[in-house]
C-alpha cells in the first residue's frame, strides 16, 4: 500500500514564528522526497527535494529527512502571510522489480500564517 | 522553452457533452502526468506517460476517460458523456524522465460540468 500521511491542519501560526509541516510514507525503499507549495486557485509548485538523511536549508525553508523513521518534514522560519497555502509532501513509490516509481502526493497540509 | 501549458484554462460544458483537455510538457521532458483535483481535496494521478506508451493508466476513474500523447510532446486529456462529478481541476505536469524525477505543474483547467 502507497502511502503518505500528511495532517490536514489547518495549522495556524503567528507572524515571525517558525512553520512545522510533517510528512511519513508508507515505502521504506523511498529515494526522493519533495515539498510542494500550492496557493488557493493555483496550481502547486516545488519548493524543495531532499534525497539524503539529514537537513537541507534553502532560504527560510529547511527539508529534514529520517529514512529510518520514514519521516519527512519541512520547517518554514520567520513565517510570513505570504507563505499561507497549502503544502504537499510528494514520495517516490518503488517498484516490485526494485527500481524507483512514481511520486504520490499527500493531500497536504493547510498553513495559515496570522499577522 | 517555458513551463508546462495547458488548455483552455476554463472550460463550461454541459452533461453528457465530451470534453478535450490539452497539455503542452515541458520541451524535452519525456515523461507527462495526468491529475484531477476537486475542490479542497487532494491531487488524484489518473494517469502517466513515458514517451508515447501510457504504462500507467491505473487512476482513470471510467471508460469515459482516455489520453493519449503524440511525437513524445503535447497530450490531450478527453472525457466523454461528461457528468456533474467530473467537475474539477485538471492538472498536468512534467518530469525530465519518469520514476522520481522533480513534477512541474501546468495552470490546469478548470472543468465545470452543468
Known amino acids: 500500500q502507497k502511502e503518505v500521511e500528511q495532517n490536514s491542519g489547518p495549522l495556524s501560526v503567528p507572524e515571525g514564528a517558525i512553520a512545522s509541516l510533517n510528512c511519513t510514507y508508507s515505502d521504506r525503499g523511498s529515494q526522493s522526497f519533495f515539498w510542494y507549495r500550492q496557493y488557493s486557485g493555483k496550481s502547486p509548485e516545488l519548493i524543495m527535494s531532499?534525497?539524503?538523511?539529514g537537513d537541507k536549508e534553502d532560504g527560510r525553508f529547511t527539508a529534514q529527512l529520517n529514512k529510518a523513521s520514514q519521516y519527512v518534514s519541512l520547517l518554514i522560519r520567520d513565517s510570513q502571510p505570504s507563505d499561507s497555502a497549502t503544502y504537499l509532501c510528494a514520495v517516490n513509490w518503488v517498484n516490485y522489480g526494485g527500481s524507483q516509481g512514481n511520486l504520490i502526493f499527500g493531500k497536504g497540509t493547510k498553513l495559515s500564517v496570522k499577522p | 522553452g517555458a513551463g508546462v501549458s495547458q488548455s483552455p484554462s476554463n472550460k463550461v460544458t454541459e452533461k453528457g457533452k465530451d470534453v478535450e483537455l490539452r497539455c503542452d510538457p515541458i520541451s524535452g521532458h519525456t515523461a507527462l502526468y495526468w491529475y484531477r483535483q476537486s475542490l479542497g481535496q487532494g491531487l488524484e494521478f489518473l494517469i502517466y506517460f513515458q514517451g508515447n506508451s501510457a504504462p500507467d493508466k491505473s487512476g482513470l476513474p471510467s471508460d469515459r476517460f482516455s489520453a493519449e500523447r503524440t511525437g513524445g510532446s503535447v497530450s490531450t486529456l478527453t472525457i466523454q458523456r461528461t457528468q456533474q462529478e467530473d467537475s474539477a481541476v485538471y492538472l498536468c505536469a512534467s518530469s525530465m524522465t519518469s520514476g522520481a524525477d522533480t513534477q512541474y505543474f501546468g495552470p490546469g483547467t478548470r472543468l465545470t460540468v452543468l
Open positions: 531532499i534525497y539524503s538523511n
